[in-house]
Each structure stands twice: as structure tokens, then as C-alpha cells.
């Protein structure tokens, strides 16, 4: 008991942490694709408007990813902070 209460605490260190770890945080590329083929359906490139959480964005995915059994979703980002 006394352990999740120590694990929900946050302390001025944990902040810096976190601060750095979303500062060196890059989303590289998103895709989405038929998980069962490995075709790729659409993909991005253009992350840098993802690093603002405060906005909404708008992706024009393929309607063709809708007639997919199985989706897949890949996220490729970097960190120069180990996660």
C-alpha cells in the first residue's frame, strides 16, 4: 500500500525529467496499413504538428483502410531521453 502511494507522488525531479523527456521527443512518421498483407494505406511523414496536444488535427485516411480485417498502426519516433 505504502508502495502505490510513493509511485503516485510527484516531485520537482520527476518534472525536469518529464520536461526533458518531451523535449527530445519526435514523432517521426504515422502509418496505417492491412495488417494481414503488409500493404501500406497512408503515411505521414509531416509529424511536427503533433507535438502540440492542445489542437486537434485532421488525417484524410483512404476509406480503403475500412475494408481491412486486421488494421495496423505504426508510430516511429525517437527520444534523446532514454523512456
Known sequence: ????????????????ELSLIKKGFTINSLS???AET???????KECAEFHDSSKEL???IPKKILKC??????VNFS?????
Open 32 to 34: 496505417m496499413g492491412n
Open 58 to 60: 485532421k488525417a484524410e
Open 1 to 16: 500500500m505504502a508502495e502505490s502511494k510513493k509511485q503516485g507522488k510527484k516531485s520537482a525531479g520527476n518534472d525536469t
Open 38 to 44: 503488409g500493404e501500406k494505406i497512408w503515411e505521414t
Open 79 to 83: 527520444s534523446e531521453e532514454k523512456i
Open 69 to 74: 480485417r486486421v488494421v495496423s498502426r505504426d
